[in-house]
């Protein structure tokens, strides 16, 4: 089987240089089942990517309220392109972000994908994988742990459902652009984070650990025995472009825009 994983694209503007190229990106996916995407429609030079399941790491937007089938203006032509992955045949998951939760209301319910939460357990052929957006993994940053659990807890999602929308859209953006002011390490201190996790989750018995949030793309390989452990983070699509390819057992971190010959 194959899949693709993306993490942290930070959609707000649909004019956005990156939000255009994820669109271009997302265009040329195509289902390994029943392709109606003849392949000379591959938007520009870039080559179409045969997936079964596209997963999406989390802070894919950079904040999240939806009422029913009501969305934030700019998320209109992204959903829709997800909605068109989805109808060629592929499966659409969605692990939630620091910055997108209460994704399961609209695209559980609306549009059918699955969405995690926090963790993902998922097989791979016969690859036992741990997914998740990694924004949990630094449990000694409690006041950060609290806080998630107060803005996800019943009482939060009952009074963002009062709020006017574009009052709760008009304060999310404004408080991601806070929140991203306000790190805790450095990106690589992260990163080390990240894969000093997913290590230990390898070596009790994970085959792949496959996370976002640190915005660095990495891949670490492991062998224990003979068995072989892959610690991955997915980088973002705000500099970096990358995605994890996995095709049958193999994976692979690509950057768009440089996969010219790769089947
Ligand atoms: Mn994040």
Redesign the pocket.
């Known amino acids: 089987m194959k899949a693709l994983f993306i993490?942290?694209a930070?959609l707000k503007s649909s004019h956005d240089d990156h939000y255009r190229k994820l669109m271009v990106f997302l265009d040329n996916l195509v289902s390994t089942v029943h392709s109606e995407h003849p392949l000379e429609t591959s938007s520009g030079s870039h080559p179409l990517i045969p997936v079964d399941d596209l997963y999406i790491g989390?802070?894919f937007f950079d904040f999240w309220f939806c009422r029913g089938g009501r969305v934030y203006p700019e998320f209109v032509p992204v959903i829709k392109a997800l909605t068109a992955i989805r109808d060629r045949g592929i499966r659409v998951h969605f692990a939630e972000?620091?910055?997108d939760f209460f994704l399961a209301d609209y695209f559980t319910r609306l549009l059918g994908m699955e969405v995690f939460p926090e963790w993902g357990t998922l097989m791979l052929d016969d690859c036992r994988v741990l997914f998740s957006?990694?924004?949990t993994v630094d449990r000694e940053n409690l006041k950060y742990l609290r806080l998630r659990k107060l803005l996800r807890s019943s009482p939060a999602y009952r009074l963002q459902r009062l709020l006017p929308l574009p009052l709760l859209w008009k304060i999310a953006g404004a408080s991601s652009a806070a929140s991203k002011q306000s790190v805790r390490f450095s990106e690589e201190r992260l990163t080390e984070i990240l894969h000093g996790y997913a290590e230990r989750k390898i070596r009790q018995g994970f085959d792949a650990v496959i996370l976002?949030?640190?915005?660095q793309p990495l891949m670490k390989e492991y062998s224990i025995g003979s068995r072989r452990g892959y610690s991955i983070t997915l980088g973002d699509w705000i500099r970096h472009f990358s995605y994890l390819y996995y095709k049958d057992g193999i994976f692979e971190l690509r950057f768009f825009g440089d996969e010219a010959g790769k089947g």
């Open positions: 993490a942290d930070h989390g802070d972000g620091n910055h957006h990694g924004d976002g949030h640190c915005h």
